[in-house]
Every structure is written in C-alpha cells, then in structure tokens.
C-alpha cells in the first residue's frame, strides 16, 4: 500500500515564525503536491513538484515554498506564519502516468 | 477562481436514503473526473473516477453520472449507511497523465441510523 506520511498531525506555532512542514512517500512517486483545505474552499494546491528540485506554482503560492531535495520527501515552507495560513494542510503524491493520487493524513496548523 | 463548483455543501439522509452530490466544472479541456472520500482524522482517498466517453460508472453502491454537454457530474451512494457518513469531494484534471487535479468545495455527508 502507497503510505504518505506527514511530520505532524498538529501544529501551533507564533506570527513571523518559520514553519517547516514534511511529507514523505515510499511508492517512489514522481509527482508530489502541498494543499491547503478549509471549510468550503475545499482542497486548494499551493505547490507542486513532478520530480526532485522542479516545482510549480499551484493556485495559492503567495506565503508559501517549497523543496524537493530527494525523490521521496517534499516539504512546504511558511516563511513567516500569519493568522491567515491557519488551516488543515494535506500532501499528497501521484505516480507519472497515473491518476489517483494518494494523501497523508494532513497537519491541522495553528498560528497564533 | 473556481472551476469546479460542488453542492449541496452539507446533506443529511437517513439511512437507505440516496444522497446525490452535485459538480458542474468550466473547462472542457478536463478529461478525468474523480471523487475523493474523507473521513475525520485521515486524508481524501479515491472513491471511484469516470472518463467523458461513459456516462455512467457504478462500483458497488457508488455510480457517478456524467452529462458532457451539460458539464455536470453527480455522484449517487444507493442504500447509504451510516459509515458513509463523510466529506465528499469532486475533481476534474486534464490530460492522460492526469496532471494536477482541481477539486469542488466538498460536501459533508451525514446519514442517520
């Protein structure tokens, strides 16, 4: 079974502080995707990544980076965490010529 | 903008009950059309995806119905349980490699005993 994993289930961290937030997949997937859900806005991408070191820009990237150093992890960056980037945070990754896309169990963001 | 647009945001059926969530999307590049599952504490999860040239695909009591010209797609849960009781989500990508998927707002799914 594809296993996304996420560094935490829950996070609370302070204005102005710098966020690093992992995912990590073990089905040697090329594609690998950072979204943000909140209610009624459903699933947005923020940034996504189709191997290691490239990415693009999803719908939302204003606040946010990204790095992709090794094929497996993908981490999204908070430069400087504002009130308005607390949400519920969910990585997901794709295998290249296929569809479904498999998600972690997501990292619930506080900023304070 | 939002390219896909999903309703009712909430519903509740009792059980037995057939709960239809509705998606209508704008770009006629799309060409995959898949509904994500979730359940509270986990990740979305692939429930069941149709392709333009069907109308209609069943897997169990899950069927999507899809209506082309009129850019619309539903999905039906038949006999719905209690443990379907969900957040339900609609997306839409383009090309074969599926690309990047674009997703409706979701529906929150309640079915009572």
Known sequence: DVKVTQSSRYLVKRTGEKVFLECVQDMDHENMFWYRQDPGLGLRLIYFSYDVKMKEKGDIPEGYSVSREKKERFSLILESASTNQTSMYLCASRGTGLNEQFFGPGTRLTVL | ?113
Not at chain 2, 30 to 42: A, M
Request: hydrophobic residues 30%; aromatic residues 12%.
């Open chain 2, 1 to 113: 903008q939002q390219q896909v647009k999903q309703s009712p945001q909430s519903l509740i059926v009792q059980k037995g009950g057939i709960p239809i969530i509705n998606c209508a999307y704008e770009n006629t590049a799309f060409d995959y059309f898949p509904w994500y599952q979730q359940f509270p504490g986990k990740g979305p999860a692939l429930l069941i995806a149709i392709r333009p040239d069907v109308s209609e695909k069943k897997e169990g009591r899950f069927t999507i119905s899809f209506n082309k010209s009129a850019k619309q797609f539903s999905l039906h849960i038949m006999d719905s349980q209690p443990g379907d009781s969900a957040t339900y989500f609609c997306a839409a990508s383009r090309g074969s490699s599926g690309s990047r998927l674009t997703f409706g707002e979701g529906t929150q799914l309640t079915v009572n005993p």
